[in-house]
């Protein structure tokens, strides 16, 4: 699975590219829920070529950005870790204890 996202470069008066990007969101299923009213727009593997290609009409777009089912999903508490970034490792992926 993949989020579904947006990026774009804007042009600075001085002339300096910046780059941008955003994360879409759409409405939480029920294993989100809980925790938020919103959760990413996740998009399945054969959903990529859609999502990506440029040619893909907008109303098919669109459609891809449905709430994601919420019995492919898992739901673990995390390590008080990953609230900081000064930590890094695999570590972060194991459940809380």
């Not at 893909?56 to 739901?75: E, V």
Request: proline share 10%.
């Amino acid at each position: 699975m993949a989020f579904a996202g947006l990026w774009s470069v804007w042009t600075a008066p001085d002339k300096t590219n910046l780059f941008t990007c955003c994360v879409l969101t759409t409405t939480a299923n029920e294993l989100v829920r809980p925790l938020h009213e919103r959760m990413p727009a996740i998009l399945a593997p054969e959903e990529y070529t859609a999502w990506l290609d440029a040619d893909t009409p907008a109303k098919q777009l669109h459609a891809l950005l449905k709430t994601y089912p919420a019995d492919l999903m898992a739901a673990s508490d995390a390590s008080p870790l990953v609230n900081s970034p000064k930590h890094e490792g695999p570590e972060l992926f194991q459940p809380a204890a």
